[in-house]
């Protein structure tokens, strides 16, 4: 179970990850939705979530953007433009300042908004992909997103449709992505498991492998989730936008 610190123990809870990562680490980071919130991109899951308007089992499938990709565009649409206007917040910018110092090995994250990237982070592993980059299903044309005025035409002069170059339900992880996140997990003495629901497989299986041989489990999440009960050793129960700062000060001083 985990030592859970919230509120006014927060501060606690935050030197004593600073200290396991001066001792364990670099940290190995997993990010999801939660850490892109402030920055005005509603999660999937919990109160105003993707999956909260769209049913996942109709939009969240490759089937759909297959079959019926006008239909599968309706929703990408709203995702898109939404990313496409984000910017990094204080938890995106304090990542990058803390990799730059040496205190995180990888960034692996489940977005696809290119925040950390955007924030100055270097070593981000893409888990699934990224909605900033278009191709024809059917002829392969790439088009790069700038900006919410860049998403259409939704059809390639070919006469295909565009899809976003990231993952559906149903396809697999790039592969690359997948060897990098598990080889350092099997390597990383701590894991920061920041701002998601830990759900989704394989992204979720990483703390459990660090867990498994022996490594710091460290979660940042305002909400109890599957992993606090049974493998986070240190649970920062609160927002990643203001802890995350406080953790880079604790780590490389204001
Ligand atoms: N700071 C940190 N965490 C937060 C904050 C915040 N300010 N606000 C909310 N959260 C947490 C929620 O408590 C929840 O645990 O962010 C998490 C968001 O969960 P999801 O919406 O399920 O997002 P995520 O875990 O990234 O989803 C994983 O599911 O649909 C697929 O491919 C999609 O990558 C996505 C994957």
């Known amino acids: 179970m985990a030592e859970v610190y919230e509120g006014e123990e927060l501060i606690a809870g935050v030197r004593k990850t600073a200290e396991v990562i001066r001792e364990r680490g670099p940290a190995l980071v997993l990010t999801g939705a939660g850490i892109s919130i402030d920055s005005g991109i509603p999660p999937f899951r919990g109160p105003g979530g993707l999956w909260e308007k769209y049913d ?10 297959r079959r019926n990709p006008e239909k599968a ?3 990408l649409r709203e995702m898109l433009e939404t990313i496409l206007k984000a910017k990094p917040n204080p938890a995106h910018l ?6 730059k110092a040496g205190f995180i090995s990888y960034t692996v ?6 925040l950390h990237e955007a924030a100055g982070s270097k070593r981000v592993v893409k888990f699934h992909g990224e909605g900033g980059k278009l191709y024809c299903m059917k002829c392969g044309r790439t088009r790069k997103l700038t900006g919410p005025e860049d998403i259409d035409p939704i059809r390639c002069e070919c006469g295909g449709y565009f899809r976003p170059d990231f993952v559906f339900f149903g396809e697999p992880i790039p592969p690359n ?3 990098t996140s598990f080889t350092e997990a099997e390597k990383t003495g701590v894991i920061l498991v920041i701002g998601t629901s830990a759900q989704v497989y394989p992204a979720a299986q990483l703390p459990y492998e660090v867990k498994r041989h022996g490594g710091v489990v460290v979660e940042i999440n305002p909400a109890i989730g599957p992993l606090t ?26």
């Not at 304090?94 to 990799?99: C, G, N, P, T, V």
């Not at 994250?109 to 290119?114: A, H, L, S, Y």
């Open 229 to 254: 009960s049974t493998i986070t050793d240190i649970m920062l129960k609160g927002s990643s936008t203001t802890i995350l700062p406080k953790l880079r000060d604790e780590l490389i001083g204001r």
């Open 109 to 114: 994250t489940q977005n696809v908004d290119g």
């Open 177 to 179: 992505a997948l060897y």
């Open 56 to 65: 996942v089992e109709e939009y969240g499938h490759i089937e759909v953007m």
């Open 73 to 75: 565009w309706i929703m």
């Open 94 to 99: 304090a990542l990058a300042d803390m990799e």
